[in-house]
Protein backbone atom coordinates (compact mmCIF):
# COMPACT_ATOMS: atom_id res chain seq x y z
CA UNK A 1 0.00 0.00 0.00
CA UNK A 2 1.60 3.18 -1.20
CA UNK A 3 2.28 5.94 2.09
CA UNK A 4 -0.70 8.63 1.41
CA UNK A 5 -2.95 5.38 1.32
CA UNK A 6 -2.28 4.95 4.81
CA UNK A 7 -3.16 8.40 6.21
CA UNK A 8 -6.29 8.43 4.56
CA UNK A 9 -9.18 7.88 7.34
CA UNK A 10 -10.94 4.85 5.43
CA UNK A 11 -8.28 3.30 5.86
CA UNK A 12 -7.59 3.88 9.81
CA UNK A 13 -11.48 2.42 9.74
CA UNK A 14 -10.81 -0.58 7.48
CA UNK A 15 -7.51 -1.61 9.95
CA UNK A 16 -10.21 -1.00 12.77
CA UNK A 17 -13.03 -3.52 11.59
CA UNK A 18 -14.24 -5.95 13.39
CA UNK A 19 -14.07 -9.71 12.18
CA UNK A 20 -16.32 -10.04 9.14
CA UNK A 21 -18.26 -12.60 11.00
CA UNK A 22 -19.30 -9.94 13.81
CA UNK A 23 -20.33 -7.67 11.17
CA UNK A 24 -22.42 -9.88 9.42
CA UNK A 25 -24.30 -10.52 12.79
CA UNK A 26 -26.97 -8.51 12.49
CA UNK A 27 -28.09 -10.41 9.25
CA UNK A 28 -27.63 -13.66 10.72
CA UNK A 29 -30.11 -12.94 14.02
CA UNK A 30 -32.82 -11.64 11.12
CA UNK A 31 -34.82 -14.62 10.90
CA UNK A 32 -34.70 -16.85 8.00
CA UNK A 33 -37.73 -15.99 5.89
CA UNK A 34 -37.35 -12.72 6.04
CA UNK A 35 -33.47 -12.66 4.97
CA UNK A 36 -35.03 -15.09 2.30
CA UNK A 37 -37.81 -12.44 0.80
CA UNK A 38 -35.73 -9.67 1.09
CA UNK A 39 -32.74 -11.29 -1.04
CA UNK A 40 -35.56 -12.92 -3.64
CA UNK A 41 -37.64 -9.20 -3.77
CA UNK A 42 -33.51 -7.58 -4.77
CA UNK A 43 -32.08 -10.63 -6.78
CA UNK A 44 -35.98 -10.72 -9.10
CA UNK A 45 -35.63 -6.60 -9.38
CA UNK A 46 -32.03 -6.16 -10.35
CA UNK A 47 -32.35 -9.48 -12.59
CA UNK A 48 -36.04 -8.31 -13.98
CA UNK A 49 -35.21 -7.94 -17.76
CA UNK A 50 -32.65 -11.03 -17.82
CA UNK A 51 -35.15 -13.06 -16.27
CA UNK A 52 -38.06 -11.88 -18.68
CA UNK A 53 -35.61 -12.63 -21.39
CA UNK A 54 -35.27 -16.14 -20.15
CA UNK A 55 -31.54 -15.60 -19.37
CA UNK A 56 -32.10 -17.97 -16.05
CA UNK A 57 -33.81 -20.59 -17.37
CA UNK A 58 -30.61 -23.14 -17.16
CA UNK A 59 -31.47 -22.79 -13.33
CA UNK A 60 -35.22 -23.66 -13.23
CA UNK A 61 -34.78 -27.34 -11.35
CA UNK A 62 -30.95 -26.63 -10.30
CA UNK A 63 -29.87 -24.35 -7.37
CA UNK A 64 -27.12 -22.37 -6.68
CA UNK A 65 -25.56 -21.53 -3.52
CA UNK A 66 -23.34 -18.54 -2.51
CA UNK A 67 -21.62 -18.93 0.13
CA UNK A 68 -19.61 -15.39 1.74
CA UNK A 69 -17.20 -17.57 4.09
CA UNK A 70 -15.83 -15.18 6.22
CA UNK A 71 -19.43 -13.68 7.04
CA UNK A 72 -20.76 -17.42 7.66
CA UNK A 73 -23.65 -16.45 5.11
CA UNK A 74 -24.86 -18.97 2.42
CA UNK A 75 -28.00 -18.33 0.26
CA UNK A 76 -29.53 -21.44 -2.12
CA UNK A 77 -30.71 -19.57 -5.13
CA UNK A 78 -33.05 -21.28 -8.06
CA UNK A 79 -35.31 -20.04 -10.90
CA UNK A 80 -38.80 -20.78 -11.56
CA UNK A 81 -40.96 -19.56 -14.53
CA UNK A 82 -39.06 -16.42 -14.76
CA UNK A 83 -38.54 -15.44 -11.11
CA UNK A 84 -35.69 -16.51 -8.41
CA UNK A 85 -36.67 -17.78 -5.56
CA UNK A 86 -34.23 -18.12 -2.54
CA UNK A 87 -34.20 -21.25 -0.69
CA UNK A 88 -33.77 -21.79 3.02
CA UNK A 89 -30.01 -21.66 3.72
CA UNK A 90 -29.34 -25.23 4.29
CA UNK A 91 -30.58 -26.68 1.25
CA UNK A 92 -28.35 -28.76 -0.70
CA UNK A 93 -27.08 -26.99 -3.90
CA UNK A 94 -26.13 -28.25 -7.42
CA UNK A 95 -23.28 -25.73 -7.49
CA UNK A 96 -21.80 -23.05 -4.87
CA UNK A 97 -19.75 -20.04 -5.55
CA UNK A 98 -17.39 -18.78 -2.30
CA UNK A 99 -15.46 -16.39 -1.02
CA UNK A 100 -14.82 -13.50 1.45
CA UNK A 101 -17.19 -10.73 1.23
CA UNK A 102 -14.30 -7.96 0.04
CA UNK A 103 -14.41 -10.21 -2.85
CA UNK A 104 -17.65 -10.66 -3.71
CA UNK A 105 -18.09 -6.82 -3.49
CA UNK A 106 -15.09 -5.82 -5.57
CA UNK A 107 -16.95 -8.19 -8.32
CA UNK A 108 -20.52 -6.30 -7.76
CA UNK A 109 -18.76 -2.97 -8.37
CA UNK A 110 -16.83 -4.32 -11.49
CA UNK A 111 -13.51 -2.87 -9.62
CA UNK A 112 -12.26 -6.78 -10.00
CA UNK A 113 -12.21 -8.95 -13.03
CA UNK A 114 -14.20 -12.07 -12.57
CA UNK A 115 -11.43 -14.05 -14.29
CA UNK A 116 -8.96 -13.06 -11.59
CA UNK A 117 -10.99 -13.68 -8.57
CA UNK A 118 -12.04 -17.36 -9.99
CA UNK A 119 -8.04 -17.92 -11.20
CA UNK A 120 -6.58 -16.79 -8.00
CA UNK A 121 -9.29 -19.06 -5.87
CA UNK A 122 -10.44 -15.79 -4.63
CA UNK A 123 -13.94 -16.91 -5.52
CA UNK A 124 -14.39 -20.88 -5.72
CA UNK A 125 -16.86 -22.76 -7.78
CA UNK A 126 -17.59 -26.75 -6.84
CA UNK A 127 -20.25 -29.02 -7.39
CA UNK A 128 -21.39 -28.28 -10.97
CA UNK A 129 -19.49 -25.58 -12.76
CA UNK A 130 -21.25 -25.40 -15.61
CA UNK A 131 -24.34 -23.70 -13.30
CA UNK A 132 -21.31 -21.24 -11.63
CA UNK A 133 -19.43 -20.35 -14.45
CA UNK A 134 -23.00 -20.15 -16.44
CA UNK A 135 -24.02 -17.77 -13.66
CA UNK A 136 -20.74 -15.81 -13.54
CA UNK A 137 -21.06 -15.42 -17.45
CA UNK A 138 -24.56 -13.89 -17.04
CA UNK A 139 -23.45 -11.36 -13.83
CA UNK A 140 -20.69 -10.15 -16.33
CA UNK A 141 -22.72 -9.30 -18.76
CA UNK A 142 -25.40 -7.45 -16.72
CA UNK A 143 -25.66 -3.88 -18.21
CA UNK A 144 -23.95 -2.13 -15.16
CA UNK A 145 -24.48 1.41 -16.76
CA UNK A 146 -28.49 0.53 -16.30
CA UNK A 147 -28.89 -0.02 -12.99
CA UNK A 148 -29.98 2.79 -10.54
CA UNK A 149 -27.73 5.36 -9.97
CA UNK A 150 -27.75 5.37 -6.31
CA UNK A 151 -26.81 1.83 -6.24
CA UNK A 152 -24.20 2.07 -9.00
CA UNK A 153 -22.74 5.09 -6.53
CA UNK A 154 -22.97 2.63 -3.33
CA UNK A 155 -20.87 -0.22 -5.13
CA UNK A 156 -18.37 2.21 -6.11
CA UNK A 157 -17.77 3.29 -2.76
CA UNK A 158 -18.54 0.01 -1.43
CA UNK A 159 -15.89 -1.07 -3.99
CA UNK A 160 -13.37 1.41 -3.09
CA UNK A 161 -14.03 0.78 0.33
CA UNK A 162 -13.52 -3.32 0.43
CA UNK A 163 -9.44 -2.49 -1.25
CA UNK A 164 -9.03 -0.62 1.55
CA UNK A 165 -10.21 -3.24 3.72
CA UNK A 166 -7.87 -6.14 1.40
CA UNK A 167 -5.31 -3.58 1.93
CA UNK A 168 -5.46 -3.42 5.72
CA UNK A 169 -5.82 -7.10 6.50
CA UNK A 170 -2.56 -7.54 4.33
CA UNK A 171 -4.82 -9.93 1.56
CA UNK A 172 -3.22 -10.59 -1.77
CA UNK A 173 -3.74 -6.95 -2.73
CA UNK A 174 -2.94 -4.04 -4.94
CA UNK A 175 -3.14 -0.91 -3.75
CA UNK A 176 -5.83 1.50 -2.80
CA UNK A 177 -6.82 3.24 -6.07
CA UNK A 178 -6.99 6.92 -5.60
CA UNK A 179 -10.15 8.68 -4.98
Not at 71 to 83: K, P
Not at 105 to 133: C, K, N
Request: net charge neutral; aromatic share 6%; proline share 8%.
Amino acid sequence: MNASALSHPLDRIARRLPPPRLVALPLRFCPPPIRRQAMTRALNQVFSEMLTAGDFDFLEGRSLAVEISDMDLRWVITAETQRLTTLADDEPADSSIRGRAVEFILLAARMEDPDTLFFQRRLEVSGDTTIGLTTRNLLDRLPFEELPLALRILLNRAGRFAWRVRAARNSPAETVPKD
